[in-house]
């Protein structure tokens, strides 16, 4: 029996089914579905005014210094206006992509419903990876860095990852068997080695062995998915939580080291690198900061090890009333300062944010589309050289904030250590 071969009728057959199937708006959907902080920005999503390849997001900085009080007859004060800055976000561009081999499609022209299935499993588990990457971008700090391993001499396959971010990594499947990666520095993403793929990790021993050796590998080598960083353009990821809270650098095009920029800050409390307990007193100082600063949090988001903390801090103060009902560790409804206290399984380690939606906001250039919407003709394209057929689906946006100094975070908090 002669192998089955796709054709253009047979691509053409179904490619009313395949529209069916794969919708603009499902990969929306599914990107902000059942992941705490994605779900989160669903609701503080805005689009802003654009200007090309960015958008310009209006601040007010400052008052105007034309107030005065004078006895009756004496001179006002000088007249003065309020003063105003603008922020520039540049769009960042993420892209979901499938493949389907030839002989699954040719299975359409007779077992069609059994092929379709087979195309819908592929859309559903890359616009799962899609998800879980847009998760981690949100949560990080923009450079795309994914950890940093010790040296190990070079000539080995297996390195080991050293820092919190990295084993942070592991833990929560940021890398993971099958992806692609490179080593090297923010200067030079590729230094070490470029474009290995992971074929296995070990969280006892936060380990990840690549598909070939590699030459050298030395302390401070940070780790990046595979070209999403490059030594002449930077990083191609957008901006996450850690950039726009952490970071006391240039955001926006403002730099708030500069002069009258001191308001373009987070406001942030740590311990010089030195981990603490969290204590009821540390989140109490850090929303008294916000207030002073003209912010007020609404949610509280921290690791599975800050919801276990702040959950012991408030178990003893409860008081018996009854044996009805009685549960131990029940995360579920735990709040400061009558906010909710959200524990994420996916948040960065050794810190509580305290985040409110007027301060953040998502600009785009317009929802997920696939590449047929722009260049026209059918969702599956051939791929030149392979007997198979592929879709391109891409959203052009990123995470922005128009008052930084709303938003907190509380630093350097015992916790996780790895393993």
């Known amino acids: 029996m002669a192998t089955p071969v796709a054709d253009p009728a047979a691509i053409a057959a179904v490619q009313d089914i395949l529209r069916e199937v794969w919708v603009a708006d499902a990969l929306e959907s599914q990107l902000l579905e059942e992941t705490i902080l994605l779900d989160w ?23 105007s210094g034309g107030i005065s009080s004078r006895h009756i007859g004496a001179t006002l004060g000088p007249a003065g206006h309020q003063r105003v800055a603008k922020a520039y976000y540049n769009y960042t561009f993420h892209y979901a992509t499938v493949k389907i081999l030839g002989p699954i499609v040719a299975k359409m022209k007779t077992q069609r419903q059994a092929a379709v299935r087979e195309v819908d499993f592929e859309v ?12 981690r971008q949100l949560q990080c700090d923009g450079t795309g860095a994914l950890g940093t391993v010790a040296d190990n001499g070079g000539g080995v396959a297996t390195i080991v990852v050293t820092d919190a971010l990295g084993k942070h ?8 068997e099958g992806m692609w990666l490179d080593g090297g520095s923010l200067a030079n993403p590729t230094l070490r080695f470029q474009g290995q793929q992971v074929i296995d990790i ?40 850690d950039g726009i809270i952490k970071s006391t650098g240039t955001l926006g095009g403002i730099d708030p080291t500069s002069s009258g920029n001191k308001y373009w800050r987070a406001t942030t409390l740590g311990n010089s690198g030195t981990l603490r307990a969290m204590s009821i007193d540390l989140l109490m100082q850090v929303e008294q900061k916000l207030r002073q600063r ?87 394209a051939w791929s030149q050289g392979e007997d198979a057929f592929v879709a391109r689906a891409a959203k052009y946006g990123n995470l922005a904030t128009d008052h930084r100094r709303g938003l907190g975070a509380l630093e350097d908090l015992q916790g996780f250590t790895g393993g």
């Open 294 to 380: 003209g912010g007020k949090s609404e949610l509280l988001t921290g690791d599975l090890d800050q919801e276990r903390a702040y959950y012991n801090l408030l178990e003893p103060k409860v008081r018996f009333i009854g044996d009805k009902k009685m549960s131990e560790g029940n995360l579920n409804g735990l709040e400061f300062n009558g906010k909710v206290f959200v524990g994420d399984p996916h948040h960065i380690p050794h810190k509580v944010r305290f985040l409110n939606k007027k301060s953040l906001f998502q600009i785009s250039a317009g929802p997920m589309t696939w590449q047929n919407q722009t260049t026209g003709g059918d969702i599956l």
């Open 169 to 176: 990594a592991i833990r929560c499947g940021w890398i993971y």
């Open 124 to 135: 559903k588990t890359v616009l799962e990876d899609a998800k879980q990457d847009l998760q």
């Open 202 to 241: 070990d969280t006892d021993t936060n380990t990840i062995t690549l598909d070939a050796t590699v030459d050298t590998i030395d302390a401070n080598t940070v780790l990046f998915r595979y070209g999403n960083r490059t030594a002449a353009a930077g990083s191609a990821e957008m901006m996450g939580l």
């Open 41 to 63: 920005i669903e609701d503080v999503t805005d689009y802003t005014d654009s200007d090309g390849l960015r958008a310009s997001v209006p601040l007010r900085t400052g008052r």
